[in-house]
């Protein structure tokens, strides 16, 4: 029943920006923490960011702090990620994903993913 939709990847080059969607339904969105993964082909899925219920506190890999920015609209249901300076590294399937609270890199349901290539 918990559904969620990302959207907003793409193909950009080495210093371009994206900025990725995700909207969910089934779920009590302004009740759940929610992150980010990204998963590169023959690597395993890690951990990108999330965001805390009411989008007041937020915390990143360092592979992508300072870059990337997780924010959340409870209105809309939607989390965002945005994504500046991107790298060729930085290529990789993104999951939308609500996760546990009391522990951040812990997912509960994930999206489809949405892809993002940066291209050198």
């Known amino acids: 029943q918990v559904q969620l939709v990302e959207s907003g990847g793409g193909s950009v080059q080495t210093g371009g920006s994206l900025r990725l969607s995700c909207v969910a339904s089934?779920?009590?969105?302004?009740?759940?923490?929610m992150g980010w993964f990204r998963q590169a082909p023959g690597k395993e899925r890690t951990w990108v960011a999330s965001?805390?219920?009411?989008?007041?506190?937020?915390y990143y890999a360092d592979s992508v702090k300072g870059r990337f920015t997780i924010s959340r609209d409870n209105a809309k249901n939607t989390l965002y990620l945005q994504m500046i300076t991107l790298k060729p590294e930085d290529t990789a399937m993104y999951y939308c994903?609500?996760?546990?609270?009391?522990?951040?890199?812990?997912?509960?349901?994930w999206g489809q993913g949405t892809q993002v290539t940066v291209s050198s």
């Open positions: 994903a609500a996760v546990r609270c009391q522990r951040l890199t812990e997912v509960r349901n």
């Open positions: 089934g779920i009590t969105y302004g009740s759940a923490c």
């Open positions: 965001v805390s219920t009411g989008g007041d506190n937020t």
